[in-house]
C-alpha cells in the first residue's frame, strides 16, 4: 500500500482510459479495470498520462473521473493523476479542486512551447504552480515531456526548482524513451529525490539499483509480471555481455517487441480489447485512431502466440 | 492498493465462476485464472454470460470449419 509520508514505492499502473460510443469516459469499465489490477497486486494508478490519452481531456472531465473511481471503491492515496495543461491556472484550479479527495499526488509535466521557450519561463511556470499550491502540502512529481523538446525539463531548471522548492517535490519521473536519459537523472538528482521512470524497459535496471518504484503502461496487460520486475533485484541468468536476465526479462522484451513500431495507445487498447473481449476498449479519442484491420489482425496472431508461449500475466 | 470487496470472475476447471471476495480469498493460488473484479453479482454474472455465449461461438466457428462442405 502506498504509504503517507513515504515516496513513491511498487507498481504503478498508467490506466488506458476507456470510452463510450460517443467518446466520453466509460467509467463503470475504469473502476472494473482498476479494481481487477488492484486484486493482481498493484500498488496504485496513474490517471491521465500519455497512454491514458491525458491531453485529450478537460479538468473538469480528470477531476469527475477521479470521483468517479473513487465512489466506486478506489481509495484517493492509490492515485496519482496528471495535471499538466497548456496554461497554469487549469494545472493550480485542478489540484485544488482535487485537493480534498485526499489523491497520492500530482504529476506536472512542461507545458507545450514554442521557440520562444526559455529556461527563465519554465522555471517560473513550476515557480508558480508551487507557489498556489504548496502551502496546501499536496504531493507533487515533476516529469519530462513523453516526446523530449527543446522546451523540456533540464537539470538547471531542476536544480534550480529543487533548491528553492526542496520539500515540494517528491519525485522526478523520466518519460523520456532514453535509458541513459533516465540514468542522467539517477546521477544527477538520486540523492536529493527519487528518480522513477515510466519505460517499462527500464523497471529492472532501476530495480537492480534499488529503485522499486515504477510507473507502468504494459501492467495494464502485464500486471504480474510487472509487478515482480519492480520488486525484484535478482536474475537468474547472465548475458553473453554480463547483463543480467531472467525469464520476466525475456517475457517482457517479447511483449515490447510485440508492440514496436506501431503507436502504442492504440496498440495497448487493441491487446486489452482482445484481452477482456470488449471491444469498446478499442477506442481512441482523436486525432488518435484505432489500428488498422491488418494491423490488428498481425498483432492479434502474434499477442496469441506470446500468450500461448507462457504464462507471465 | 488494497481490494475489500468486489465479485470475482475467475475461470477454475474449464469452467467460469462468480466468487465473492471472501470466497476469492480461499482459492489456491495458480489453481485459477482471474478475468475481471466487478463491483456487483449482477454485473459479474452479467459478464460470465457474455463471455461463455463467445465461447460457445468460438466453438461453433470451430466445429463449422471442420465440417466438410455440404453438396450442392
Redo the contacts between chains.
Sequence with gaps: MATAGVGLQGLWVELLTPLTEDLFIHHPKLSTHVQTLGAKGIQGVVMFSHVGEGDSFNAAERLDAVKQLMAHGVAGKDILLHVAFANLTDTVKLIRDAHELGLHGYILTPPPAGPEATDQGLFNFFDHIVQKVGPMGVKLYLASQTNAGPADLNPRVLSELLDKHAGAFQGLIDQSHNASHTMDWVRSFLPKIPVISNQDMNTHVLANLGIHASLSSYANLLPALMARMVLSNAAQKVSVAGNKIGTDDQRLEEFDHLIQGMPEVPALKYLTATHYRDADWLRVRPPLAALNTQTQEKLNKDFKKYIQSGEAR | ??????W?LIEQDQLHRVLTHED?AKLEPDSYV??????TQR?ALHEMS??IR?AIKDLNDEVNKMAPPRAP
Design positions: 492498493m488494497e481490494i475489500k470487496s468486489g470475482y476469492f482471474l478475468h475481471q473484479v466487478f463491483e454485473e457474455r463471455l463467445l
